[in-house]
Nanobody, 124 residues
């Protein structure tokens, strides 16, 4: 199963981007969705997650108040709205589906399915 992430790009500090992820249709409505990111030379880190209904969400401290995760189960899509972007947000962003560990799953090993990643670059 391959998820499809899109929406990355180059933006100035303080700007906004919206990432999209097309999930696996078979179990999408039952699965948690998450976003992770990986900067050069660093480990992949948790950014945000949402439960199957979208009612419950979780965020890394570094993005709380700036990023919002959402989903549209009818379209099998998940989103990450990123506002007030900072240069330290520069990374490849990955979407993930189907939590296999305790909520919200901060470890990349907690999620079963992954997208190919989309590059986000924030200039100062």
């Amino acid at each position: 199963v391959q998820l499809q992430a899109s929406g990355g790009g180059l933006v100035q500090a303080g700007g906004s981007l919206r990432l999209s992820c097309r999930g696996s249709r078979r179990t999408f409505n039952d699965d948690e969705m998450a976003w992770f990111r990986q900067a050069p030379g660093k480990d992949r880190e948790f950014v945000a997650a949402t439960t199957w209904s979208g009612v419950t969400t979780a965020y890394a401290d570094s993005v709380t108040g700036r990023f919002t995760i959402s989903r549209d189960n009818r379209k099998t899509m998940a989103y990450l709205q990123m506002n007030s972007l900072k240069p330290e947000d520069t990374a490849v962003y990955y979407c993930a589906q189907d939590l296999r560990a305790q909520w919200p799953g901060h470890s990349p090993n907690a999620y079963r399915y992954w997208g190919q990643g989309t590059q986000v670059t924030v200039s100062s």
